[in-house]
């Protein structure tokens, strides 16, 4: 009798536990929403088909030769990504500069000094805390007779993150400037070891401890063959490693604005591709940064010179776009920034 008394005791102990995790939850989900829905969507509205397509197109053109870290063509591409900063009037938290220069001696294969570029918009009541949106701006190069121009892998991350900061000033300088700091982090050697992001995680300029989440995007122009059939999708991967709260967060801003499928399949720590730990976002998580990985699978053109800009669906790279511009605008202006409850594995 005391052994089944203890069972039975043990099993209302689980029930409750369980009761109390669920309504935990249900208090949660039912904290996050947005009080200005039109404000937001004004300033989605400015995120269109037609700017990504001018960026993508441009940014993985012949002209960068394949981007590679350490070589002219990524350099020249680093200074398109600052030139674009410069006339829209978006400061470097580094000065004139924009750039943060990554010596030869941290890279490895013989890989030339890089750099990793730089804008920001100062936060209006919490400028010490920062959102950073990021993207790689690198790529695979080129040989004797084809460039990987890479328009997916990372021109749609890369266009995703040009648009966003426009939207952003556009908001700042109509009296809507978000109470935290919004950071636009354009990293290099994503394809050589996650080295840029490392670079900037080990000597950041906004202090890891006053990083609220970093939001990173890498391809996010494509269909997948497993989506074939139903496009409206988009892979979340980390929302929920380190912030419950992040991953509700970005539901709510899918379910206001934008009803794609978020797909969490490729989130599984048994998933075989391990995708949480090959893109720059990693570094952050591994210092206790809340993080947003945004990927649309891998497909035919992945790291092939075939990766070109006619194939990239550009409706749908606007509508992914203004799922992540929603989620960074919610974590800029929330009264307390999202809490940290999981431990860093």
Same mark, same amino acid.
């Given at each position: 009798?005391?052994?089944?008394?203890?069972?039975?005791?043990?099993?209302?102990?689980?029930?409750? %536990?369980?009761?109390?995790?669920?309504?935990?939850?249900?208090?949660?989900?039912?904290?996050?929403?947005?009080?200005?829905?039109?404000?937001?969507?004004?300033?989605?509205?400015?995120?269109?088909?037609?700017?990504?397509?001018?960026?993508?197109?441009?940014?993985?053109?012949?002209?960068?030769?394949?981007?590679?870290?350490?070589?002219?063509?990524?350099?020249?591409?680093?200074?398109?990504?600052?030139?674009?900063? #410069?006339?829209?009037?978006?400061?470097?938290?580094?000065?004139?500069?924009?750039?943060?220069?990554?010596?030869?001696?941290?890279?490895?294969?013989?890989?030339?000094?890089?750099?990793?570029?730089?804008?920001?918009?100062?936060?209006?009541?919490?400028?010490?805390?920062?959102? #950073?949106?990021?993207?790689?701006?690198?790529?695979?190069?080129? !040989?004797?007779?084809?460039?990987?121009?890479?328009?997916?892998?990372?021109?749609?991350?890369?266009?995703?993150?040009?648009?966003?900061?426009?939207?952003?000033?556009?908001?700042?300088?109509?009296? !809507?400037?978000?109470?935290?700091?919004?950071?636009?982090?354009?990293?290099?050697?994503?394809?050589?070891?996650?080295?840029?992001?490392?670079?900037?995680?080990?000597?950041?300029?906004?202090?890891?401890?006053?990083?609220?989440?970093?939001?990173?995007?890498?391809?996010?122009?494509?269909?997948?063959?497993?989506?074939?059939?139903?496009?409206?999708?988009?892979?979340?991967?980390?929302?929920?490693?380190?912030?419950?709260?992040?991953?509700? #967060?970005?539901?709510?801003?899918?379910?206001?604005?934008?009803?794609?499928?978020?797909?969490?399949?490729?989130?599984?720590?048994?998933?075989?591709?391990?995708?949480?730990?090959?893109?720059?976002?990693?570094?952050?998580?591994?210092?206790?940064?809340?993080?947003?990985?945004?990927?649309?699978?891998?497909?035919?053109?992945?790291?092939?010179?075939?990766?070109?800009?006619?194939?990239?669906?550009?409706?749908?790279?606007?509508?992914?776009?203004?799922?992540?511009?929603?989620?960074?605008?919610?974590? %800029?202006?929330?009264?307390?920034?999202?809490?940290?409850?999981?431990?860093?594995?």
């Amino acid at each position: 009798m005391k052994v089944k008394l203890v069972a039975l005791s043990l099993t209302l102990v689980g029930s409750c %536990a369980t009761l109390r995790h669920t309504e935990k939850i249900e208090q949660l989900k039912e904290s996050i929403y947005f009080e200005d829905t039109q404000t937001v969507q004004s300033y989605l509205n400015t995120i269109t088909e037609d700017e990504l397509k001018t960026h993508v197109y441009a940014f993985s053109s012949d002209d960068f030769k394949g981007r590679r870290a350490g070589e002219p063509g990524h350099h020249k591409a680093s200074k398109f990504i600052k030139d674009y900063y #410069i006339n829209e009037n978006i400061k470097s938290p580094l000065g004139s500069k924009y750039y943060q220069q990554i010596p030869q001696s941290y890279f490895s294969e013989g890989i030339k000094d890089s750099q990793n570029v730089i804008a920001y918009i100062e936060g209006s009541e919490f400028p010490d805390e920062v959102i #950073i949106i990021s993207a790689h701006s690198d790529h695979e190069g080129y !040989n004797d007779t084809e460039i990987f121009n890479g328009a997916d892998d990372n021109g749609s991350g890369t266009a995703a993150v040009m648009e966003m900061a426009q939207a952003f000033k556009k908001a700042a300088n109509e009296g !809507n400037r978000p109470k935290r700091s919004v950071v636009f982090l354009h990293l290099t050697g994503e394809e050589v070891g996650l080295t840029g992001s490392r670079y900037y995680t080990q000597y950041p300029v906004f202090s890891m401890a006053n990083t609220v989440a970093n939001l990173n995007i890498d391809m996010i122009g494509r269909v997948d063959d497993s989506h074939i059939d139903n496009e409206n999708y988009l892979y979340l991967i980390g929302a929920d490693r380190l912030s419950t709260e992040l991953h509700y #967060i970005s539901e709510e801003a899918n379910n206001e604005f934008t009803n794609l499928e978020l797909d969490y399949r490729l989130n599984s720590d048994n998933d075989p591709n391990r995708y949480y730990y090959r893109s720059d976002h990693y570094n952050f998580a591994q210092k206790g940064v809340p993080v947003i990985f945004y990927f649309n699978g891998e497909h035919e053109d992945y790291h092939e010179p075939t990766d070109t800009p006619e194939k990239i669906n550009y409706a749908l790279l606007a509508k992914r776009t203004k799922l992540i511009f929603a989620t960074a605008w919610y974590l %800029a202006n929330s009264e307390n920034r999202i809490i940290v409850d999981k431990e860093v594995y």
